[in-house]
């Protein structure tokens, strides 16, 4: 029998042959030996937050694997450990992994079209609930936390809101009920003045301790005065006419340097919110083994913006709220919370959260570390 093949050249295949027949075509790659792509995909790991041969501790049996992956001729597939991930259009993965006690090697491999490889690797020290150190706990001071939310402002030119109030509300109760502040040591200020916020701030700085732990939220206006380069939130006595009830970012700087913390986290849902970062990064290189973290003193701040406005109604706080009700882990570092929520937010509004350090206020590279409160099994 003869077949007679038909060769079949086109501008659009310019790395490719297609050799056809009435019965069968075979696409043979990589003719054009000039242009030849020998460029690994990215890898980006969005949870657990690692850099390379980093180690997670974790004493939950599952864990979340998040990331994407990336390569400008297109992702052919995704391996965790052998094990083929679906990805969704934009090179999104994800996948729930199971545990063993003890050290788990963790490897995530990703293939181009070209069939170049990237691999990223990453260690999980598993220990289940029973063999977790009891040192974290004993070695934490108290944990405070100053919640400011403002709906309602005095001056008629300012706009009033609806959410912050409510939100501010949300947190508190989630932080009492989860988490080991207690209800003493968590203060909600509605509506305040900058009087009353100042008076706050004051007693954090003559109560706390070098062992100590502070959150602090504020939900309300913000501005940002682009001319002058400095950041203001709005408490409810603001006028529109004069920055004198106005409350700086440097201000609360100063409060930060100030107050004798060994973890300081700030939040912050407002407009103009980023001013309070002198640099920007989403991901800090930090380890995240929670030991580590809480041995170094930090000023962390995780906002709603950089310097855009927000909506009155936050993606940013909803998705902030979600993850820290549902969240399983005994100890969870605010990276890994930012993390866990930050796609969410790019996906539901127009707004980028960032993470980061507060530049100049005593951040030595730790973290705010959340403790959930243990449930008594019946």
């Not at 001013?275 to 989403?282: N, W």
């Not at 796609?343 to 570390?369: C, K, R, T």
Request: charged fraction near 25%; aromatic fraction near 10%.
């Amino acid at each position: 029998m003869v077949i007679i093949f038909s060769f079949i050249w086109s501008s659009y295949f310019t790395d490719a042959q297609i050799i056809s027949s009435d019965k069968t075509s075979i696409r043979i790659n990589n003719l054009n030996t000039e242009k030849i792509d020998n460029i690994p995909p990215k890898i980006i790991l969005i949870t657990p937050a690692l850099a390379d041969t980093s180690k997670h501790v974790s004493n939950e049996v599952t864990m979340d694997i998040l990331g994407k992956a990336s390569d400008e001729s297109g992702i052919f597939s995704v391996f965790i450990n052998s094990e083929k991930i679906d990805l969704a259009e934009d090179g999104l993965f994800k996948i729930r992994y199971w545990l063993k006690p003890g050290e788990n090697e963790v490897s995530v491999v990703a293939m181009d079209n070209h069939d170049n490889i990237s691999e990223k690797k990453f260690t999980v020290n598993f220990m289940p609930e029973e063999t977790v150190t009891d040192d974290l706990p004993g070695r934490t001071g108290k944990y405070y936390a100053l919640l400011v939310g403002i709906n309602n402002y005095s001056h008629p030119d300012i706009m009033d809101l609806d959410n912050p109030l409510k939100d501010a509300k949300i947190l508190h109760d989630i932080l009492i009920s989860n988490y080991t502040f207690e209800k003493d040591r968590v203060t909600l200020l509605k509506n305040a003045s900058r009087n009353k916020m100042i008076n706050a701030l004051d007693e954090l700085t003559r109560i706390m301790t070098p062992s100590d732990n502070l959150l602090i939220f504020y939900a309300g206006h913000g501005w940002w005065d682009e001319k002058a380069n400095t950041g203001y939130w709005l408490p409810a006595d603001a006028s529109k006419d004069s920055k004198a009830e106005w409350f700086r970012n440097s201000t609360l700087c100063d409060y930060l340097k100030e107050i004798n913390s060994k973890h300081t986290l700030l939040i912050a849902d407002a407009c103009f919110a980023g001013g309070i970062f002198k640099t920007r990064k989403a991901f800090p290189d930090a380890p995240v083994a929670i030991n580590k973290l809480y041995e170094l003193p930090s000023r962390k701040a995780m906002t709603s913006g950089t310097l855009t406005e927000v909506p009155d109604r936050s993606a940013f706080v909803r998705f902030l709220v979600e993850r820290l009700e549902n969240n399983k882990e005994k100890y969870l570092s605010s990276e890994q919370l930012f993390s866990s929520f930050r796609i969410a937010v790019i996906n539901n509004s127009d707004v980028v959260p960032q993470y980061g350090e507060i530049q100049g206020v005593g951040d030595e590279g730790g973290d705010f570390i959340f403790i959930r409160k243990q449930i008594t099994q019946k």
